[in-house]
C-alpha cells in the first residue's frame, strides 16, 4: 500500500502521496519518543494499536459534527487522510493537571480544571514547543483570531465528545493534545492522531496513580508494560463501537 513518494517523516509517522493531489497516506511507526525525542526507543505494535485507536476515534468525532482529516483505514498501519497544511500549534485540552501543568504550576496531580484548560504551544522541536500566549500567536503570525477562535470551539467540542465516549470505557481522559491543517479549500480539519501518544489516559478501576496509567506516560516514566496499555485502551474502544 505504500508505494507513494515519501512526503514528510515526523516522530511517529510517515506521510506518502497517492495517486490524488488531495489524499495523503499516514504510516504509524512503532517509534516512540519523548521529552523532544531526548528519549527513543520502540513499543511493540505501537503502530498497529494507534492507527486501529486513532481511526475509530476520528469516526467518534465524525459523527459528532467534528470535521477531521481521516478518510479510511486500508492497512492496520495505514490511514488515508485529506491533504492539510498544517498550523504549526499543538493545542492541548486539560480536564485535570498532570503532566507540564503540574511541573509549571505547583498544581497537584490530578486536580479537577473546571472549565477545561485550552493552551497553545508551538509546534517547534528547535524551541522545545514552548507555551504560547494569544499575543505571541499574533506576533508571530501563526493563525488569525478567527482562526484561533474556531480551533477553540473545535477543541472543545472534541473534549466533550471524547470525554463521554472513554467514560464509556471506564477512561478518564485527563488531557491530550490536538493539531488541526487547512485542505486546499481553506476548510479546518482536526488532523495528525488521537491515541495514547496523544493523551493521557486512567483507568477508572484502578486507584493507584502508576497502576493506572493506560498511556505514553508509562514510556515517558519507564513504568513498563507500555504495550499492554495500549492494547487495553484498544480492547476498551473495540468495546464500544462496531468493527472498521
Ligand atoms: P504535557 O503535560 O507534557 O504538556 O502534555 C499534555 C498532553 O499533550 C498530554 O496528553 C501529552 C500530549 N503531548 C503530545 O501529544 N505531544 C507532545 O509533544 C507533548 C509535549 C505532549
Same mark, same amino acid.
Given at each position: 500500500?505504500?508505494?507513494?513518494?515519501?512526503?514528510?517523516?515526523?516522530?511517529?509517522?510517515? +506521510?506518502? !502521496?497517492?495517486? *490524488? @493531489?488531495?489524499?495523503?497516506?499516514? %504510516?504509524? #511507526?512503532? =517509534?516512540?519518543?519523548?521529552?523532544?525525542?531526548?528519549?527513543?526507543?520502540?513499543?511493540?505494535?505501537?503502530?498497529?494499536?494507534?492507527?486501529?485507536?486513532?481511526?475509530?476515534?476520528?469516526?467518534?468525532?465524525?459523527?459528532?459534527?467534528?470535521?477531521?482529516?481521516?478518510?479510511?483505514?486500508?492497512?492496520?498501519?495505514?490511514?488515508?487522510?485529506?491533504?492539510?497544511?498544517?498550523?504549526?500549534?499543538?493545542?492541548?485540552?486539560?480536564?485535570?493537571?498532570?503532566?507540564?501543568?503540574?511541573?509549571?504550576?505547583?498544581?497537584? +496531580?490530578? !486536580?479537577?480544571? *473546571? @472549565?477545561?484548560?485550552?493552551?497553545? %504551544?508551538? #509546534?517547534? =522541536?528547535?524551541?522545545?514547543?514552548?507555551?504560547?500566549?494569544?499575543?505571541?500567536?499574533?506576533?508571530?503570525?501563526?493563525?488569525?483570531?478567527?482562526?484561533?477562535?474556531?480551533?477553540?470551539?473545535?477543541?472543545?467540542?472534541?473534549?466533550?465528545?471524547?470525554?463521554?465516549?472513554?467514560?464509556?470505557?471506564?477512561?478518564?481522559?485527563?488531557?491530550?493534545?490536538?493539531?488541526?491543517?487547512?485542505?486546499?479549500?481553506?476548510?479546518?480539519?482536526?488532523?495528525?492522531?488521537?491515541?495514547?501518544?496523544?493523551?493521557?489516559?486512567?483507568?477508572?478501576?484502578?486507584? *493507584? @496513580?502508576?497502576?493506572?496509567?493506560?498511556?505514553?506516560?508509562?514510556?515517558?516514566?519507564?513504568?513498563?508494560?507500555?504495550?499492554?496499555?495500549?492494547?487495553?485502551?484498544?480492547?476498551?474502544?473495540?468495546?464500544?463501537?462496531?468493527?472498521?
Amino acid at each position: 500500500m505504500t508505494e507513494g513518494q515519501k512526503v514528510y517523516e515526523g516522530k511517529a509517522k510517515i +506521510l506518502y !502521496t497517492t495517486e *490524488d @493531489p488531495e489524499v495523503l497516506l499516514s %504510516y504509524f #511507526k512503532d =517509534d516512540a519518543t519523548a521529552f523532544n525525542a531526548q528519549k527513543k526507543g520502540q513499543i511493540l505494535d505501537k503502530g498497529r494499536f494507534n492507527c486501529t485507536i486513532a481511526t475509530h476515534l476520528f469516526q467518534v468525532l465524525e459523527a459528532d459534527g467534528v470535521p477531521t482529516h481521516w478518510l479510511d483505514t486500508p492497512g492496520d498501519r495505514e490511514m488515508r487522510v485529506r491533504a492539510v497544511t498544517i498550523i504549526p500549534l499543538e493545542v492541548v485540552v486539560r480536564n485535570f493537571a498532570a503532566g507540564s501543568l503540574c511541573q509549571q504550576t505547583g498544581l497537584p +496531580l490530578g !486536580t479537577p480544571l *473546571d @472549565p477545561p484548560l485550552v493552551e497553545f %504551544y508551538y #509546534k517547534k =522541536d528547535e524551541l522545545g514547543d514552548p507555551l504560547l500566549t494569544r499575543d505571541r500567536i499574533r506576533a508571530l503570525a501563526l493563525a488569525s483570531d478567527e482562526q484561533i477562535a474556531a480551533i477553540t470551539q473545535v477543541a472543545q467540542a472534541v473534549n466533550v465528545s471524547l470525554t463521554a465516549f472513554f467514560q464509556r470505557c471506564q477512561i478518564t481522559l485527563v488531557d491530550f493534545k490536538l493539531e488541526f491543517g487547512l485542505d486546499s479549500q481553506q476548510r479546518l480539519l482536526l488532523a495528525d492522531e488521537i491515541s495514547p501518544d496523544t493523551c493521557r489516559l486512567w483507568d477508572q478501576s484502578q486507584t *493507584d @496513580p502508576q497502576a493506572r496509567i493506560l498511556d505514553k506516560d508509562r514510556f515517558r516514566q519507564d513504568l513498563g508494560q507500555v504495550a499492554d496499555a495500549y492494547a487495553e485502551v484498544l480492547q476498551r474502544i473495540l468495546g464500544q463501537v462496531s468493527p472498521i
